[in-house]
């Protein structure tokens, strides 16, 4: 059996990884945007708006997330 102070650190360091690897993949949602900026300007497509509106809602929703896990966990 695990004794109870053990068990609280292994699951405070998985929280902490998980809000670490949901904080690199907001900063990856936000490379996103800032690569999508760039290509909109070298790039003169159709599909612009679609490809904006898809990154933006990508990056609402990981702030979203990482929002509800700082909260629940």
Do not use: C, D, N, W
């Amino acid at each position: 059996m695990i004794p109870q102070g053990a068990q609280t650190a292994v699951f405070l360091l998985l929280k902490i990884a998980s809000l670490v690897g949901l904080g690199v993949y907001m900063v990856f949602a936000l490379i996103m945007v800032r690569q999508e900026q760039l290509m909109a300007r070298v790039l003169e497509e159709g599909s612009e708006p679609v490809i904006r509106i898809a990154v933006l809602v990508h990056l609402i929703a990981a702030l979203t997330i990482f929002g509800i896990a700082i909260v629940l966990l």
